[in-house]
């Protein structure tokens, strides 16, 4: 009976999948009693029906759009200071203890991200979204991700790097990308659609639609078409 009802909120939540039967019903009672706990809590921050985790702090929430059965998971940041606002759409899951900074200096206002339906990464994420940062639907992403949506400016040697300003081009992920553990996406990336991304490598290109990609910094290793 529990599997069953486990199952049927599932797929009112917008999940495919189908409850492996050796999963036993301990555990689902126990993700339940959470998941309510969690939402609960969501709606005490933020006023919606969203999935928050224990210590995770929600800055200017009313930036911040979030779709259906969004998941927070604890100990994250969420800052919602940017000038565009933040997206989470449906089924959106962020890892325990990421961090999302919108706004990284007093001297420029942060864009922000935008994250599509059914897309995840894993925990310790870091969102450095002050440059922009959009990513598509279905994209699924390992633990230890980093974006990092600003450069500094270097070429003027009369001053101090820190003194020179950034550029901010963003960071743009399409849809449909498997993201390995422990990537590094710079300013400027963009990763086309249906694209492997493998474990480690540090993204700071343009990679067209169905490329596996990987290694430092990263290169075109093949087609998924092949």
Not at 65 to 84: A, P, R, W, Y
Not at 105 to 114: E, I, T, V
């Given at each position: 009976?529990?599997?069953n009802?486990?199952?049927?909120?599932?797929?009112?939540?917008?999940?495919?999948?189908?409850?492996?039967?050796?999963?036993?019903?301990?555990?689902?009672?126990?993700?339940?009693?959470?998941?309510?706990?969690?939402?609960?809590?969501?709606f005490?921050?933020?006023?919606?029906?969203?999935?928050?985790?224990?210590?995770?702090?929600?800055?200017?929430?009313?930036?911040?759009?979030?779709g259906?059965?969004?998941?927070?998971?604890?100990?994250?940041?969420?800052?919602?200071?940017?000038?565009?606002?933040?997206?989470?759409?449906?089924?959106?899951?962020?890892?325990?203890?990421?961090?999302?900074?919108?706004?990284?200096?007093?001297?420029?206002?942060?864009?922000?991200?935008?994250?599509?339906?059914?897309?995840?990464?894993?925990?310790?994420?870091?969102?450095?979204?002050?440059?922009?940062?959009?990513?598509?639907?279905?994209?699924?992403?390992?633990?230890?991700?980093?974006?990092?949506?600003?450069?500094?400016?270097?070429?003027?040697?009369?001053?101090?790097i820190?003194?020179?300003?950034?550029?901010?081009?963003?960071?743009?992920?399409?849809?449909?990308?498997?993201?390995?553990?422990?990537?590094?996406?710079?300013?400027?990336?963009?990763?086309?659609?249906?694209?492997?991304?493998?474990?480690?490598?540090v993204?700071n290109?343009?990679?067209?639609?169905?490329?596996?990609?990987?290694?430092?910094?990263?290169?075109?290793?093949?087609?998924?078409?092949?």
């Amino acid at each position: 009976m529990i599997k069953n009802l486990f199952q049927k909120l599932l797929n009112k939540s917008g999940k495919s999948y189908v409850v492996d039967s050796r999963i036993p019903q301990k555990l689902i009672i126990y993700i339940l009693i959470r998941r309510m706990i969690m939402v609960v809590r969501g709606f005490l921050k933020t006023g919606k029906k969203v999935f928050i985790g224990n210590n995770t702090r929600i800055l200017n929430s009313g930036n911040i759009h979030f779709g259906k059965s969004v998941t927070i998971d604890k100990h994250c940041l969420i800052d919602g200071f940017s000038s565009e606002k933040i997206i989470f759409g449906d089924c959106v899951k962020i890892g325990a203890f990421s961090t999302l900074s919108s706004t990284s200096h007093m001297s420029k206002y942060g864009r922000g991200l935008k994250m599509g339906d059914n897309s995840a990464v894993g925990q310790f994420t870091e969102f450095g979204a002050a440059g922009g940062i959009e990513i598509g639907n279905d994209v699924i992403m390992g633990s230890y991700i980093s974006f990092h949506s600003e450069n500094h400016n270097f070429t003027d040697l009369s001053k101090l790097i820190r003194e020179q300003g950034v550029t901010s081009k963003g960071i743009k992920l399409g849809n449909n990308i498997w993201v390995g553990a422990k990537v590094t996406f710079l300013d400027g990336c963009v990763v086309g659609d249906n694209s492997v991304v493998a474990a480690g490598a540090v993204v700071n290109g343009i990679y067209p639609e169905n490329s596996i990609i990987g290694g430092v910094p990263a290169k075109v290793l093949k087609s998924t078409l092949e």
